[in-house]
């Protein structure tokens, strides 16, 4: 897929293909498809390419430790056997 930040020119309303609103002065990163190809060549936004994205590594981090606290929750919730020695 092909990935671009768009950004509404100043001036210019610019509202999102599937109608949820309009699309932020700051922009969004889409994908390139007919729709804004033609706001581009209609004079509407400003397209450059998206900020890199580091994120993915972070949102990758953030299941295995999800897993690992609830493993941990789970596991201190876990009935344990009285201690005869304990009495």
Same mark, same amino acid.
């Given at each position: 897929m092909?990935?671009? *930040? $768009? %950004?509404? %020119?100043? =001036? #210019?309303?610019?509202?999102?293909?599937?109608?949820?609103? #309009? *699309?932020?002065e700051?922009g /969004? !990163? $889409?994908? #390139?498809? =007919?729709?804004?190809?033609?706001? @581009? #060549?209609?004079?509407d936004?400003? $397209?450059? @390419? +998206? +900020?890199?994205? !580091?994120?993915?590594?972070? /949102?990758a981090?953030?299941?295995?430790a999800?897993?690992a606290?609830?493993k /941990?929750?789970?596991?201190?919730?876990t009935?344990?056997?009285?201690?005869?020695?304990? =009495?």
């Amino acid at each position: 897929m092909n990935r671009i *930040l $768009v %950004k509404p %020119k100043p =001036g #210019r309303v610019v509202w999102l293909p599937d109608g949820s609103g #309009r *699309l932020p002065e700051a922009g /969004k !990163t $889409v994908t #390139r498809n =007919g729709y804004w190809t033609r706001r @581009e #060549r209609d004079g509407d936004i400003d $397209v450059s @390419e +998206p +900020p890199a994205q !580091t994120q993915p590594a972070a /949102k990758a981090a953030a299941p295995q430790a999800a897993r690992a606290a609830s493993k /941990k929750a789970v596991t201190s919730a876990t009935p344990q056997p009285p201690d005869p020695d304990n =009495g």
